[in-house]
């Protein structure tokens, strides 16, 4: 291309800039509902949020970085759009305008999704788009850190080897498309590509600076050092952002943005104070403080806007609840738990639900509390919720078959009621073991009773095992617990077990519970593949915390609140709560029926729960409807 474009390209180049800045647009419109629905579990967010002093609230924290995203994002825009007004004299100048057009979709800054929450056809056409302007954003820097400002590469190899670099990179980042992701190798072999095309042209940008005559070195020096600090800040980031270190995830979530945007800034400033890509050299401070006053501006105005649109998206997460209407008789249950957080949200749901009658609650002492503690938080909870006597015991402290235990941090917090403290009570426990509660209740109750089951499957395991007949007096047993066509939570929760497949109260105790699934009993499974429909969020702690009219409530929040942490890392889910709200609202699920079986084999697949045509047959949840669970629990716990 020639030094200087004639009119007719320059018009040309315009238009398609136009028709660029459109897409940009369109796209970041589109994902904007995703983003601010999104935003509360964002990774980054979640992983610096551990870091934030008390005083300051996680939505304020969301909306903070909400608004700086978008401003960074609109730093971008507004750089692309005053370069094509200068009129670049060289390909380089149209390659920035295009690039920084796209950057905010590369890195994210408009928001981020797998999949898009549109009909056909516009989810099979946005992921392609989005895909390439990511691509564009991208490749585009790597180009301009090599050939800014004049065009050219220096030394003139470095074209070679760049083009060469990127053409790999993005061969590599296709096939790992291709292959639905399943070579995360590939992906770290293209990210150390394109740091090292980074670094390449850095160090060309440094020796250009050198050899530059006075004129170049000064429109070039501030994107130099924009783009040094902007491959610093990467690499630090990566470095010590892993989400294991929360004040260094905080500090590097802004600071990214901040130096990002040095290099769209660098630039406009190259253009106004220093005529940089033809314009008018020279020129005074006065247009440089003229624009940043307008982005002083814009900032006021940006933050005023998005600051509304939070307050909208918090007044609606903060609606009262509904009535909890119910018209049915109330169904005898037996409740067999291991009292874990989501365990006891689970049993505030059914003691507060119009439609169960808990005759017993038997305390699994192979899950997370151990029996002592655990019945006795079970029985303080009882008498502070002034609760009718319900009699509490537990049950054996070790599998019927292998030695699978949970952590014991997990164990701990459990036995201490996560540090929530409740006035002792003067309740006292089921004289009897759990086999001995569960046999006396179903022989007693005039009605068949129902069994939910939200921890490992020990006790009625052990109670079906030495009693098979019981089976007769069972309506049906729910059994939170399995993950038949997702991957487990076993593995991925500690680090330390090599185990992808199984949950966590099924790899307690498998041999228990294969026996209960065998038992003749009809059988509901609720696994992970539909509680992971109903993650536990920071939203929905904010609409508790504005809807705790009863001590149940109040207690739930307090609980959840002690659990903040987890909540934030984005690793709990309703599991036990959702159990148990479809045993009285069946329509919150959706089902398949088929043979299920659950390997006892020690191994990486002891507790898998998988299809088996041999297998005992049973229902098991495949989805859950979060937004009307969420509003069930809530109507039942302030009921």
């Known amino acids: 291309m020639a030094h200087s474009l004639q009119s007719k390209q320059a018009k040309v180049l315009t238009t398609l800039w136009l028709l660029s800045f459109i897409l940009a647009l369109a796209l970041v419109a589109v994902l904007a509902p995703v983003n601010l629905q999104n935003i509360t579990g964002d990774w980054q967010l979640t992983a610096a ?29 507004s750089a692309s759009g005053l370069i094509v007004l200068s009129q670049p004299a060289n390909w380089s100048g149209w390659l920035a ?41 991208l490749a585009g820097l790597v180009v301009l850190a090599h050939v800014f400002p004049n065009g050219r590469f220096q030394p003139r190899w470095t074209g070679i080897l760049m083009g060469f670099l990127l053409s790999l990179i993005l061969g590599v980042f296709v096939s790992s498309n291709l292959l639905g992701g399943q070579i995360d190798s590939l992906w770290v072999v293209g990210a150390l590509g394109l740091l090292v095309l980074f670094s390449l042209g850095l160090a060309s940008q440094v020796y250009r600076y050198r050899l530059a005559p006075p004129a170049e070195r000064r429109s070039s020096r ?88 939070g307050d909208r998206l918090a ?35 059914l003691l507060r639900h119009p439609g169960v009658q808990i005759k017993a609650i038997t305390v699994s002492g192979t899950g997370e509390a151990h029996c002592q503690p655990g019945v006795r938080n079970m029985l303080d909870i009882l008498e502070n919720l002034q609760a009718p006597e319900i009699p509490v015991t537990c049950g054996r402290e070790t599998p019927l078959a292998g030695d699978h235990v949970f952590p014991d941090a997990w164990r701990q917090g459990a036995d201490t009621l996560y540090g929530v403290s409740l006035p002792p009570g003067t309740r006292q426990p089921y004289a009897g073991n759990a086999v001995e509660l569960m046999r006396s209740v179903l022989e007693q109750e005039p009605k068949k009773v129902t069994l939910i089951t939200l921890g490992p499957l020990t006790n009625p395991g052990e109670a079906l095992q030495a009693h098979p007949d ?111 709200a479809v045993v009285l609202d069946g329509s919150l699920s959706s089902y398949k029926i088929g043979g299920i079986v659950v390997e006892e084999a020690e191994g990486p697949t002891s507790g898998q729960t998988r299809l088996d045509a041999s297998g005992p047959k049973a229902i098991y949840a495949i989805w859950a409807d979060g937004s009307r669970f969420e509003e069930q629990f809530l109507q039942a716990l302030n009921r």
């Open 97 to 137: 305008a295009y690039t920084f057009l796209f950057l905010p979709l590369a890195l994210n800054l408009a928001g981020y999704t797998e999949s898009w929450p549109y009909p056909e056809p516009w989810d099979a056409l946005l992921g392609p788009a989005y895909g390439l302007a990511q691509l564009f954003g």
């Open 315 to 349: 007044s609606a997460s903060t609606q009262p609840v509904g009535a909890l209407a119910w018209d049915k008789p109330a169904i005898p249950v037996i409740v067999d738990t291991d009292l874990s957080m989501d365990d006891h949200l689970a049993l505030l749901f």
């Open 470 to 580: 019981l089976a007769g007096e069972i309506e049906r047993i729910y059994i939170m617990g399995g993950a038949v066509d997702v991957p487990g939570n076993v593995g991925v929760s500690t680090g330390q077990i090599d185990n992808q497949v199984a949950e966590w109260n099924i790899y307690a105790d498998p041999s228990s519970a294969n026996l209960v699934l065998r038992a003749g009993a009809p059988v509901t499974l609720v696994p992970l593949d539909a509680t992971n429909y109903v993650p536990v969020t920071m939203p929905f702690l904010g609409r508790l915390d504005a809807n705790r009219e009863t001590p149940a409530a109040q207690l739930a929040y307090d609980l959840m609140s002690a659990r903040r942490d987890v909540i934030l890392s984005g690793g709990a889910s309703f599991w036990d709560v959702l159990t148990a």
């Open 222 to 309: 501030g994107f130099v050092v924009a783009l040094g600090l902007f491959l610093l800040g990467t690499i630090f980031s990566v470095v010590f952002s892993d989400g294991t270190r929360p004040i260094s995830s905080l500090i590097f979530l802004y600071l990214d943005i901040l130096l990002l945007s040095l290099v769209p800034i660098s630039t406009v400033h190259a253009i106004l104070r220093h005529g940089l890509w033809g314009g008018e050299a020279g020129l005074d401070k006065r247009p440089v403080r003229l624009y940043f006053a307008g982005w002083a501006a814009a900032v006021v105005v940006g933050i005023t806007l998005l600051s509304l649109v």
């Open 49 to 77: 949020a551990p870091a934030l002093p008390d005083f300051i609230p996680y939505s304020a924290f969301v909306n903070f970085t909400l608004i700086v995203r978008y401003l960074a994002l609109a730093v971008c825009l």
